[in-house]
């Protein structure tokens, strides 16, 4: 079978969706002869590649374009000239979140018409088509092109995050809930034309109330329980209490973690943040005012990632504030086998459910009140379990469903009728 995947950044840099992609593209392409269509993170990236088994065909929108010779031109010049290009870079992001919450719906149409001319270019035939959502804009070009080319091609969507109730992808409250009934019914006609559905867990409520019409829809977890290049423990002198991924304003917000921090008393304990997202400054300034006890290390590559997670004592995961999406950070982190402390705003958040069945975790609830006792709590893990340690073998026992091997077989079974 030929199997197409529409997803996001893609190696080199893979996004974490695009990492639970890549993961299960590598099984079933020990089957199967596999494409894969994803965006550059630059413009001198080729436009195809061979890795792991499978071809990569990359597209470049002008938005990428435009961001990358503005930055470029700000880390140039100096003075004056640095500070106008800043404004203009500033004006443009404007300009285009502007565009953003002017438009019908929230997709970007110059991504999905990219991905169709992708798709069309491909000259051996397609058997099955799986977007990779986020972006959706995978789902709306598999569906243009099953549409608009009569292709006997198969659409197997994958849906990680929200769509509809995305804050960060509506940037605006008022501009999600304007427009919330049009991304429904969006919803709704791309998915029908699907021959069956991949969603995480955490989509099923939305499954259940707002698409209830949608039929043939397999609920799984994120397929990042891999065993790691080595999982050989790591000692230091000191614990190593690292933060690695994401920071947004009012999304994932460090703000509860910092000051509880602040009280925290861990002889010779040093905290790491390998981060992406708005929060750099925050982060810098916090670790300038504890320059013994913090250090950010900002955005690092796959690899360093994946080294300082080995290199850790105690790792920490932050949730969203509304708890209605899944840290794909945390299976990663169990796949370690190392102990990890979560902090969570939401009473339900969907994290606990997998979190409970891992023997070597502290729930941390992001309440002001109880931030002292928090403290504690925070101390006394961090004494009683920083040697601790699960092998990769019990990690997968426990985790079984959470594997590229399992949703591989569960496509597979699926390709079957």
């Not at 006609?189 to 989509?203: F, N, P, T, V």
């Not at 690292?242 to 509860?256: A, E, T």
């Not at 975790?361 to 992001?366: A, D, M, P, R, S």
């Not at 002292?372 to 699960?390: L, Q």
């Amino acid at each position: 079978m030929h199997i197409v995947f529409i997803v996001g950044t893609y190696y080199p840099q893979n996004s974490a969706v695009c990492d639970c992609a890549a993961k299960v593209a590598h099984e079933l392409a020990k089957s199967h002869a596999i494409t894969v269509i994803s965006e550059k993170t630059y413009a001198a990236q080729p436009d195809q590649e061979e890795w792991d088994g499978h071809k990569i065909i990359k597209c470049i929108t002008k938005d990428t374009k435009t961001r990358e010779v503005l930055n470029a031109r700000v880390r140039a010049a100096k003075g004056v000239r640095r500070k106008l290009f800043q404004c203009a870079l500033s004006l443009y992001k404007l300009s285009r979140a502007l565009k953003t919450i002017l438009s019908n719906t929230s997709i970007r149409n110059d991504l999905a018409k990219l991905y169709l001319e992708k798709l069309r270019s491909i000259e051996a035939d397609i058997d099955y088509i799986i977007p990779v959502s986020q972006p959706y804009e995978s789902l709306v070009a598999a569906v243009e092109y099953k549409r608009s080319a009569g292709s006997d091609a198969k659409l197997l969507p994958y849906l990680f995050d929200q769509f509809a109730d995305n804050d960060v992808l509506h940037r605006l409250q008022v501009n999600k809930v304007m427009k919330r009934n049009r991304h429904i019914a969006l919803e709704q006609d791309l998915l029908k034309e699907a021959h069956a559905i991949l969603a995480m867990h955490s989509l099923g409520a939305h499954f259940s109330k707002d698409l209830s019409l949608i039929n043939n829809v397999h609920l799984l977890e994120h397929p990042l329980i891999v065993r790691p290049e080595s999982h050989v423990r790591i000692y230091s002198s000191n614990t190593r209490i690292s933060y690695i991924g994401g920071l947004y304003r009012n999304y994932v917000v460090p703000d509860y973690f910092l000051k509880l921090y602040e009280r925290v008393n861990l002889d010779e304990a040093v905290l790491h943040f390998y981060i992406i997202g708005n929060c750099y400054s925050i982060i810098s300034k916090y670790c300038s005012k504890l320059p013994a006890r913090a250090i950010n290390h900002g955005a690092v590559d796959k690899r360093i990632a994946s080294q300082e997670m080995l290199k850790s004592d105690i790792l920490i995961n932050i949730a969203e504030k509304k708890g209605i999406q899944m840290s794909s950070k945390i299976l990663e982190y169990i796949s370690y086998g190392k102990p990890i402390i979560h902090f969570y705003t939401a009473e339900n958040d969907v994290n606990l459910g997998v979190l409970r069945k891992y023997p070597l975790v502290l729930c941390l609830k992001q309440d002001f009140a109880i931030l002292d006792h928090n403290a504690r709590k925070f101390e006394d893990f961090c004494k009683i379990h920083r040697s601790a340690h699960m092998s990769f073998e019990e990690v997968e026992k426990l985790f079984w469903d959470a594997t590229p091997k399992f949703t591989a077989e569960v496509i597979e079974k699926l390709m079957l009728y």
